[in-house]
C-alpha cells in the first residue's frame, strides 16, 4: 500500500496540517481518526522536568511502516502516518502522531489504536526522564503489552 | 564483520555504542557472539547483556530465540522499547 508514512523526526509538528494530508482529492473518506501523545509532567509519581528521546535509526522506520502495514491489512484503510520525535522534549511537548482515513469510522478507529499498541512494543525508541532526583530509563509496561497481545487472533471489520 | 550495537540502559552500563567484529566461524550465531561478548568484556559485560528482557535484533527484526548470523550483519542489544 502506498499511503503510509512513517517520520521520525527532531522537529515538533503541526497535527491539522498532517491531518488535512491524510485526505485524497478523490473525497472518498468519511472518516480520519488521530491519536496524538504529549510529554506528561509526572511520571511514577515523581515531577518529571524533560524527556530525552532515543531511538535505532533504520530499524525504527522499518518497524513503524511493517505495523502500518499489518494495519492496511487487516482494516480497509485509505492512508496511514505516523510521526515520532527524538531528542530532547520538554513537559507538554507533543511525542507521537499517528492518523488513519478511511472510508467509514470503525476501520479508522481500530487502525488508529492498533498501530499505537504495535509501536509502544515493537517500535525501537527509548526514553529517559529527568526528574529532581537525576535521570532515569523508562520501564517498559505490562500493560503495554497486554493491549498489544489482545490485537492477535482478533479478526478486522 | 559483525557490526555490534547498544540502546539506552545497555549502552550506558556498557559504556559502548557500537563495536565492529571481524568475521569468523565462532561467532555464527547470536549466542556464540554474545558469549565472545562477554568473554572479551568480562564481568560487567555478562552483568548487562544477560540481563532479563534484554531484546535482541539481527539486521534490524527482533529475534526471541538463537538465530544464525551470516558475515556483514548487524547485531543489536537493547531493552524493552518505551516509545510513543
Redesign the interface.
Known amino acids: 500500500m502506498n499511503n503510509l508514512n512513517v517520520s521520525v523526526q527532531t522537529e515538533d509538528f503541526d497535527a491539522a496540517c498532517l491531518q488535512r494530508e491524510l485526505l485524497s482529492a478523490s473525497n472518498k473518506e468519511g472518516a480520519v481518526v488521530t491519536f496524538t ?1 504529549y510529554v506528561r509532567s509526572e511520571n511514577a509519581g515523581q515531577c518529571i522536568s524533560g524527556l530525552l ?4 535509526s ?2 525504527t522506520e ?2 513503524i511502516l511493517h505495523i502500518l502495514n499489518q494495519a492496511a491489512e487487516r482494516w480497509p484503510i485509505a492512508a496511514a502516518s505516523v510521526v ?1 520525535r527524538v531528542g530532547l522534549l520538554g513537559v507538554g511537548d507533543q ?2 502522531w499517528v492518523g488513519v482515513s478511511s472510508a467509514h469510522r470503525e476501520a479508522a478507529f481500530s487502525a488508529c489504536e492498533f498501530v ?1 499498541d504495535y ?10 526522564e529527568s526528574t529532581a532526583k537525576g535521570d532515569r ?4 509496561r505490562a500493560t503495554d503489552e497486554e493491549r498489544a497481545r489482545r490485537w492477535t487472533g482478533q479478526t478486522g471489520n | 564483520m559483525l557490526k555490534v ?1 547498544f ?3 545497555v549502552k550506558e552500563e556498557l559504556d559502548c555504542s557500537a563495536l565492529e567484529i571481524p568475521w569468523d566461524q565462532s561467532i555464527d550465531s547470536l549466542d556464540r557472539l554474545q558469549a565472545r561478548l562477554i568473554r572479551d568484556g568480562g564481568p560487567s559485560w555478562r552483568v548487562a547483556l544477560e540481563r532479563k ?1 534484554m531484546i535482541r ?1 539481527v539486521n ?1 527484526d ?1 529475534v526471541t530465540d538463537n538465530s544464525p548470523l551470516k558475515d556483514g550483519d548487524e547485531v ?1 542489544f ?7
Open positions: 501523545g528521546l532515543e531511538h535505532y533504520g530499524m522499518r518497524s515520532h511525542i507521537v499505537m509501536l509502544k512494543n515493537e517500535a525501537p525508541f527509548w526514553k529517559k530509563w523508562v520501564e517498559a | 550495537l540502546f539506552a540502559s528482557n535484533a534490524h527482533m543489536a537493547f531493552p524493552p522499547v518505551t516509545g510513543g
